[in-house]
């Protein structure tokens, strides 16, 4: 690739990131019942793997067999996806106006009929091993596609998640990329005041995962371990720990120990919203 080429997926990634937090404090103002502090995190995950094209996926397609399957496991902070899906052509645009209000598909927890979600998303805990028997399917039938997961810090403290762990481990689950949003808050505490699972990346080692930590608000950094992850020949499941900051780019929730049952009002999402331009 061009070094022209590399700067212009470079500044796609940082201005969709910018588009999509700021559609997000919308969809809060919406649908005040939204998890804003969570999805925010996930923000640049979300961009670098749909937008850096990572994952492959059809929009008039949903169900194409060559498709990368991607499993939110962390529902709640899924609110952010929705203006990626939108804006790719899986549904109108139109929808983001109408979040949680009668008739819209697009609820405060993402269902399986939105189209670009694959599951149910709750409860915390169960994605991991949804998408581990979607992987060990795909490999015994010798197909090509990833299965992509993603998860919260504090959902590491289900006991699912590392049998899951275990599993993929057991069966080598090459084809599997776990993707952790690690961004130290959980719903009433910071992790480490409830249980502190740090260091994570040696405890998924310890497991036989290949391990990656990185900055989870760099896209560039983001996009460069997701497709080396994709790409990697390695037979053991990937898993890419992803350093964040619960409710980035909003100063109060970032510094708020329970953010994540935060709201913010009317007024302030559009000042917010008027500050992102």
Do not use: Q
Request: proline residues 3%; charged residues 30%.
């Amino acid at each position: 690739m061009a070094m022209s080429d590399k700067y212009s997926e470079s500044k796609l990634l940082k201005e969709k990131s910018e588009w999509v937090r700021k559609e997000t404090l919308k969809i809060h103002k919406v649908a005040h019942e939204t998890r804003l502090a969570s999805s925010l995190s996930a923000v640049e995950i979300f961009v670098a793997l749909y937008y850096g094209k990572i994952i492959n996926f059809n929009p008039k397609n949903t169900a194409w067999e060559g498709r990368d399957r991607f499993i939110i496991s962390k529902g709640h902070g899924a609110i952010s996806f929705y203006p990626v899906l939108a804006d790719l052509g899986f549904f109108p645009k139109e929808y983001l106006n109408n979040v949680c209000k009668a008739g819209c598909i697009l609820g405060g927890i993402p269902d399986a009929i939105i189209p670009g979600f694959e599951t149910v998303n709750g409860s915390l805990g169960h994605g991991l091993g949804v998408g581990c028997g979607m992987a060990l399917g795909l490999k015994r039938k010798k197909c090509k596609e990833k299965v992509f997961v993603l998860v919260g810090d504090g959902e590491l403290y289900e006991g699912s998640i590392w049998e899951a762990v275990m599993f993929a481990a057991e069966h080598e689950l090459d084809n599997l990329i776990l993707i952790v949003d690690d961004n130290k808050v959980c719903m009433l505490d910071y992790c480490k005041n409830v249980i502190d699972l740090a260091p994570l990346d040696k405890k998924f080692e310890a497991f036989g995962w290949v391990t990656r930590k990185v900055d989870g608000h760099d896209t560039e950094e983001l996009y460069k371990s997701l497709r080396h992850f994709k790409d990697n020949d390695d037979k053991r499941p990937k898993v890419l720990i992803a350093n964040t900051v619960k409710g980035k780019g909003v100063a109060r929730l970032e510094k708020d120990s329970l953010s994540h049952i935060k709201n913010l009002s009317a007024d302030e999402v559009d000042t917010l919203v008027s500050e992102l331009g």
